[in-house]
């Protein structure tokens, strides 16, 4: 067991999978664990690499399995995936992880801890809690238009939708239907409570950091998108420059290159898509005012007269994913570019 150096691990609910190898990379054993065996079996080990695919619970493995002296290095599931040869076997992941390690060229996942954890868990409660109400809704909405009743789309005329159904015993409503539109409803108002209390928490952690209010002071940058950056970006040291930041975020164009021809394509859409939707609508909303109350900008106004709005609004997005790159990174406050730098 001394000459551990590397060891992949497969994460799973009950049955691990750990792949050990010596420094030259030859195979030492590739054997089960159950879950409650995990902790024990690196305790016994002396200090060694132990890499896993990012998935559900790596972050908690890697937290307790770095807390016994081991370094933790945590793989996109996408870069461990070409490694896997003949077959989808637990073995065959576990060989796959510790080949990957190896690779100089593929970079890890930084350790979260529990705090960033629980940070992003409260933004994905939110996205989830938005998502079934745009469900009720549109359920809602299409039930009433079976009966004739419509009304204007957004989340400000669900009153309006609610104050078109009928007083109790209208005819044209049944009262099954009737049953069901008030259930749909009472979803509704529950769902929009519970959004609004996550908001309010948002807003009070938002006050008390001090990186997320530098980053408010950016155009199309609310608080809900600033936790949001400062929740899946805790390190923004980890990209090597701005460009890497918005290349992560897929604001950037898919490359189809051979030889000397260079072929741009549509955005990547890799990376986080919750904080990629924020920045885009951000930028809209910067564009929209820009389009208003006009802009003392020379290169927005250029933009806006050169390229469609959804065109424009990703060239703003990914200069706003830089800008916030710089002030995390850099430090230091916001200041908008003056008329003479044409910025």
């Given at each position: 067991m001394d000459k551990i150096a590397t060891i992949g691990?497969?994460?799973?609910?009950?049955?691990?999978?750990?792949?050990?190898?010596?420094a030259q990379g030859a195979t030492l054993f590739n054997r089960k664990l159950r879950r409650s065996e995990v902790r024990p079996f690196f305790e016994k080990l002396a200090p060694c690499i132990v890499a896993m695919e990012a998935c559900g619970s790596a972050h908690y493995w890697g937290r307790e399995i770095s807390a016994l002296g081991h370094e933790v290095r945590i793989l996109p599931g996408q870069y461990v995936?070409?490694?896997?040869?003949?077959?989808?076997?637990?073995?065959?992941?576990?060989?796959a992880i510790s080949q990957a390690m190896r690779r100089p060229d593929i970079r890890s996942v930084r350790l979260k801890t529990a705090t960033e954890q629980a940070a992003a868990m409260v933004l994905r409660t939110r996205v989830l809690f938005v998502r079934q109400r745009a469900n009720a809704i549109n359920a809602l909405r299409g039930?009433?238009?079976?009966?004739?009743?419509?009304?204007?789309?957004?989340?400000?005329?669900?009153?309006?939708?609610?104050?078109?159904?009928?007083?109790?015993?209208?005819p044209r409503i049944p009262p099954a239907a009737r049953f069901v539109l008030d259930e749909i409803l009472a979803e509704i108002e529950v769902l929009t409570s519970r959004i609004e209390r996550i908001d309010r928490q948002i807003a009070s952690e938002g006050k008390r950091d001090d990186d997320i209010r530098r980053l408010t002071a950016i155009p199309g940058i609310g608080t809900l998108t600033a936790s949001t950056i400062k929740a899946y970006v805790p390190d923004p040291a980890t990209f090597k420059s701005a460009r890497h930041f918005s290349a992560w975020l897929g604001l950037t164009p898919k490359l189809n290159s051979s030889g000397e021809r260079l072929r741009c394509g549509r955005i990547s859409k890799m990376g986080n898509p919750e904080l990629r939707s924020l920045l885009y609508l951000g930028?809209?909303?910067?564009?929209?005012?820009?389009?208003?109350?006009?802009?003392?900008?020379?290169?927005?106004?250029?933009?806006?007269?050169?390229?469609?709005?959804?065109?424009a609004a990703i060239a703003v997005a990914n200069k706003t994913a830089r800008i916030v790159w710089a002030l995390l990174t850099k430090g230091g406050s916001y200041e908008a570019p003056g008329e003479r730098a044409g910025a």
């Amino acid at each position: 067991m001394d000459k551990i150096a590397t060891i992949g691990l497969d994460i799973a609910k009950q049955v691990f999978q750990v792949h050990g190898a010596d420094a030259q990379g030859a195979t030492l054993f590739n054997r089960k664990l159950r879950r409650s065996e995990v902790r024990p079996f690196f305790e016994k080990l002396a200090p060694c690499i132990v890499a896993m695919e990012a998935c559900g619970s790596a972050h908690y493995w890697g937290r307790e399995i770095s807390a016994l002296g081991h370094e933790v290095r945590i793989l996109p599931g996408q870069y461990v995936k070409p490694f896997v040869t003949r077959g989808k076997t637990d073995a065959g992941d576990a060989l796959a992880i510790s080949q990957a390690m190896r690779r100089p060229d593929i970079r890890s996942v930084r350790l979260k801890t529990a705090t960033e954890q629980a940070a992003a868990m409260v933004l994905r409660t939110r996205v989830l809690f938005v998502r079934q109400r745009a469900n009720a809704i549109n359920a809602l909405r299409g039930h009433m238009t079976e009966f004739g009743l419509v009304a204007d789309r957004g989340i400000p005329n669900v009153s309006k939708l609610a104050a078109a159904i009928p007083d109790k015993g209208d005819p044209r409503i049944p009262p099954a239907a009737r049953f069901v539109l008030d259930e749909i409803l009472a979803e509704i108002e529950v769902l929009t409570s519970r959004i609004e209390r996550i908001d309010r928490q948002i807003a009070s952690e938002g006050k008390r950091d001090d990186d997320i209010r530098r980053l408010t002071a950016i155009p199309g940058i609310g608080t809900l998108t600033a936790s949001t950056i400062k929740a899946y970006v805790p390190d923004p040291a980890t990209f090597k420059s701005a460009r890497h930041f918005s290349a992560w975020l897929g604001l950037t164009p898919k490359l189809n290159s051979s030889g000397e021809r260079l072929r741009c394509g549509r955005i990547s859409k890799m990376g986080n898509p919750e904080l990629r939707s924020l920045l885009y609508l951000g930028a809209v909303s910067v564009l929209i005012a820009a389009r208003r109350r006009g802009t003392p900008w020379t290169w927005l106004r250029r933009l806006m007269d050169g390229r469609p709005l959804k065109v424009a609004a990703i060239a703003v997005a990914n200069k706003t994913a830089r800008i916030v790159w710089a002030l995390l990174t850099k430090g230091g406050s916001y200041e908008a570019p003056g008329e003479r730098a044409g910025a």
